[in-house]
Nanobody, 135 residues
Framework: EVQLQASGGGLVQAGGSLRLSCAASGFTFDDYAIGWFRQAPGKECKGHSCKGVSCILLSAGSTYYADSVKGRFTISRDNAKNTVYLQMNSLKPEDTAVYYC???????????????????????WGQGTQVTVSS
């Protein structure tokens, strides 16, 4: 059974940093992509209802970032720990949201540009971690 556990959220001042973790289990890590999404509190983040932030192919390590976070966020993976990280620097109040990770099997013929779309349709989502950035 695919399971994802997101953690690392918290309260931080604008300009600060946080590192989110997504611990994964129940699937062959190399065959999948993992994405980070965010959603306003109180709204469910599944399917196409939330915003994609970043995505990584777990085999090749290729990455994708939404324009709003490019240059500030870095996604990485530790295949030995089956964990994906999202390092968030220079945080802004508009980054405030509940952050979710999701995983989906990623066809090798696809490119990184398709990562966000593939993962967004997944049935496998973590429980979310709150990030609050104060001004």
């Amino acid at each position: 059974e695919v399971q994802l556990q997101a953690s690392g959220g918290g309260l931080v001042q604008a300009g600060g940093s946080l590192r989110l973790s997504c611990a994964a289990s129940g699937f062959t890590f190399d065959d999948y992509a993992i994405g980070w999404f965010r959603q306003a509190p109180g709204k469910e983040c599944k399917g196409h209802s939330c915003k994609g932030v970043s995505c990584i192919l777990l085999s090749a390590g290729s990455t994708y970032y939404a324009d709003s976070v490019k240059g500030r966020f870095t996604i990485s993976r530790d295949n030995a720990k089956n964990t994906v990280y999202l390092q968030m620097n220079s945080l802004k109040p508009e980054d405030t949201a509940v952050y979710y990770c999701a995983a989906e099997k990623f066809p090798r013929v696809f490119t990184i540009d398709q990562c966000m779309g593939v993962v967004k349709g997944s049935d496998y989502w973590g429980q979310g971690t709150q990030v609050t950035v104060s001004s």
